[in-house]
């Protein structure tokens, strides 16, 4: 399985919306598709777990759906704080743990 | 409050070896799988290795395949990183990680740098 993620980089206005998109090179269970955000000099944080249920303590600006090859993560309302990369992540096999190269949130 | 603390990392040439640990508090480790990550400087994220609850069962990624070996002590809430024969290439920030819902990583250490370097 590779992931592709769309775009690199997306610069957005506060409030504005950002959709960020996953893509698997072949179909893959929503249940074991993950999303991450991590700032800079920071570990990962859980975002979305299974494609759409928000991890404890995410608020619900953050939201994921998707199935098969495609899933999307949408951001509401963007706050400054939300700049970060975003990585996708999926659990199956060969290899069993894969990453997407994540996409870039720049707050303008 | 749970708590991943990474430790072991530092500089080493091509060729040598490094044990990385990685200390959990704040839950009962025996009770998830766990996890090594790492990032190559200003890259993304590249999954190493995964252990089941008990250490039975371990797996690694191709490219560290018969070179590091991941291990827990659940008694010491402790899961290693065994790293052989260090490549340049395995340069990384190195982080642990809890097994959380459906194949996703819950809680994730602060990292533990690696550097390979002549």
């Known amino acids: 399985i590779v992931l592709t993620q769309s775009p690199g980089t997306v610069s957005v206005s506060p409030g504005e919306r950002a959709t960020l998109s996953c893509r698997a090179s072949?179909?893959?269970?929503?249940?074991?598709l993950t999303w991450y955000q991590q700032k800079p000099g920071q570990a990962p944080r859980l975002l979305i777990y299974?494609?759409?249920n928000r991890a404890t303590g995410i608020p619900d600006r953050f939201s994921g759906s998707g199935s098969e090859t495609d899933f999307t993560l949408i951001i509401s309302r963007l706050e400054p704080e939300d700049s970060a990369v975003y990585y996708c992540?999926?659990?199956?096999?060969?290899?069993?743990?894969?990453f997407g190269p994540g996409t870039k949130v720049d707050i303008k | 409050e749970v708590q991943l603390v990474e430790s072991g990392g530092g500089l080493v040439q091509p060729g040598e070896s490094l044990r990385l640990s990685c200390a959990a508090s704040?839950?009962?480790?025996?009770?998830?799988?766990m996890y090594w990550v790492r990032q190559p400087p200003g890259k993304g994220l590249v999954w190493v290795s995964r252990?089941?609850?008990?250490?039975?069962?371990?797996t690694h990624a191709d490219s560290v395949k018969g070179r590091f070996t991941m291990s827990r002590d659940n008694a010491k809430n402790t899961v290693y990183l065994q790293m052989n024969s260090l490549r340049v290439e395995d340069t990384a920030v190195y982080y642990c990680?809890?097994?959380?819902?459906?194949?996703?990583?819950?809680?994730w250490g602060q990292g533990s740098l690696i550097t390979v370097s002549s």
């Open positions: 992540q999926h659990y199956g096999s060969s290899p069993e743990v894969t």
């Open positions: 072949q179909r893959v269970s929503g249940t074991h």
């Open positions: 299974s494609a759409s």
């Open positions: 704040g839950f009962t480790m025996s009770r998830y799988w």
């Open positions: 252990s089941n609850k008990d250490g039975s069962s371990t």
């Open positions: 990680g809890r097994g959380g819902s459906w194949g996703s990583i819950d809680y």
